[in-house]
């Protein structure tokens, strides 16, 4: 099991730029593939990116392609989300999680560790 610390949220207006990241313990993070979800007022919690082991594959929901970018510092067991153009329809306490077995598209259904999340919030 891996710990994950988000960091990063706050207050952006509509078509301003954020940076979260997500600071993991363990001594395996390379082992990991590691992901963002997100969950917005009154919704389920969804699926916005992930990242392989290595970092040479990445993975994004429509709504975030072009505009988020996921990336990942197994040196300093960092995984972060550039987030750009925000627009209102992203606000909502966003997840950094992490995944010991899942490979591929399977990582987009949902992660085994978690943290506690950081808080998204788009002005328009």
């Known amino acids: 099991q891996v710990q994950l610390v988000e960091s990063g949220g706050g207050l952006v207006q509509a078509g301003g730029s954020l940076r979260l990241s997500c600071a993991a313990s363990?001594?395996?993070?390379?082992?990991?593939?590691m992901g963002w979800f997100r969950q917005a007022p009154g919704k389920e919690r969804e699926f916005v990116a992930a990242?392989?082991?290595?970092?040479?594959?990445?993975y994004y929901t429509d709504s975030v392609k072009g505009r988020f970018t996921i990336s990942r510092d197994n040196a300093k067991k960092m995984v972060f989300l550039q987030m750009n153009s925000l627009k209102p329809e992203d606000t909502a306490v966003y997840y950094c999680?992490?995944?010991?077995?899942?490979?591929?598209?399977?990582?987009?259904?949902?992660?085994?560790?978690w943290g506690k999340g950081t808080l998204v919030t788009v002005s328009s």
């Open positions: 999680a992490a995944d010991r077995y899942c490979t591929g598209s399977g990582c987009t259904e949902g992660m085994a560790d």
């Open positions: 990242i392989n082991r290595s970092g040479g594959y990445t």
């Open positions: 363990g001594r395996t993070f390379s082992s990991y593939a």
